[in-house]
C-alpha cells in the first residue's frame, strides 16, 4: 500500500520562484494537513483539512495556500519562496474528520532549500 | 497558545537501563495526548495515545493532569529503541495537533 506519497522528496529553489508540493493519499482520509519540521521547534502545523473543499489554517499559514478539491490530494503551494521557507515538509493524513483523535499516518518528507 | 515542552534535546542511555521522555503541555482542559516515533529512514509514525492506555515496544505513558505532563517511560531501554520522539497534544484547537520540538533518544551497547 502506497499510504501517504509526497513529492518531490528534494527540492532547490531561488528566493521568489514558486512550486507546489504535491501530496496523495490512498486511504480515503478525510484529513489531511501539511507541518514543517525544524531543528528545535519540533513540527508545526501549517493548513489542514476536514474533507474535500474544506481547509484551514494552522500555527503557520503565512506563504504556504492550499486547496483540497479531491478526498485525495492536498497540494502545498510556495506563491514566492524565502530562504525562512527552507525546511522539511510533512504531509499526514487521518481517516476522521477529527484527524487529531484518530492516528496521523505521515509521508516521506520533503526537503526543500530556498537560496 | 496551547504549548508542548519537551525539555531535553538528547537523552543518552545504556542498553538496560531505564528510560524517561518527559513532556508537558499547557492545556487546562482534557487534552487528547500522543506519542510520535521516528526511526531512523523510517516515517514519523504513532507510538502511543493516552486515551488507549496501552504499552507499545514496552512504552508506557500517564497522564498526569496534576502536573500537566505525560511522560514517556521504559523500565529497559533496547538499542532498536534510539530515534526522535515527539510527544503531541491535541483538544484546545479542535483539530489542530500541536507536536514538542522531540527529544532523541541514543541507546548505547
Not at chain 1, 27 to 56: C, F, K
Not at chain 2, 22 to 36: A, H, M, R
Request: hydrophobic residues 35%.
Amino acid at each position: 500500500n502506497a499510504g501517504v506519497t509526497q513529492t518531490p522528496k528534494f527540492q532547490v529553489l531561488k528566493t521568489g520562484q514558486s512550486m507546489t508540493l504535491q501530496c496523495a493519499q490512498d486511504m480515503n482520509h478525510e484529513y489531511m494537513s501539511w507541518y514543517r519540521q525544524d531543528p528545535g521547534m519540533g513540527l508545526r502545523l501549517i493548513h489542514y483539512s476536514v474533507g474535500a473543499g474544506i481547509t484551514d489554517q494552522g500555527e503557520v499559514p503565512n506563504g504556504y495556500n492550499v486547496s483540497r478539491s479531491t478526498t485525495e490530494d492536498f497540494p502545498l503551494r510556495l506563491l514566492s519562496a524565502a530562504p525562512s521557507q527552507t525546511s522539511v515538509y510533512f504531509c499526514a493524513s487521518s481517516l476522521g474528520a477529527q484527524g487529531i483523535l484518530g492516528e496521523l499516518f505521515f509521508g516521506e518528507g520533503s526537503r526543500l532549500t530556498v537560496l | 497558545a496551547q504549548r508542548v515542552t519537551q525539555p531535553e534535546k538528547l537523552l543518552s542511555v545504556f542498553k538496560g537501563a531505564p528510560v524517561e521522555l518527559k513532556c508537558n503541555y499547557s492545556y487546562s482542559g482534557s487534552p487528547e495526548l500522543f506519542w510520535y516515533v521516528q526511526y531512523s529512514r523510517q516515517r514519523l509514525q504513532l507510538l502511543l495515545r493516552h486515551i488507549s492506555r496501552e504499552s507499545i515496544k514496552g512504552f508506557t505513558a500517564d497522564l498526569n493532569k496534576g502536573e500537566t505532563s505525560f511522560h514517556l517511560k521504559k523500565p529497559f531501554a533496547q538499542e532498536e529503541d534510539s530515534a526522535m520522539y515527539y510527544c503531541a497534544s491535541g483538544g484546545e484547537y479542535g483539530n489542530k495537533l500541536v507536536f514538542g520540538a522531540g527529544t532523541i533518544l541514543r541507546v548505547k551497547s
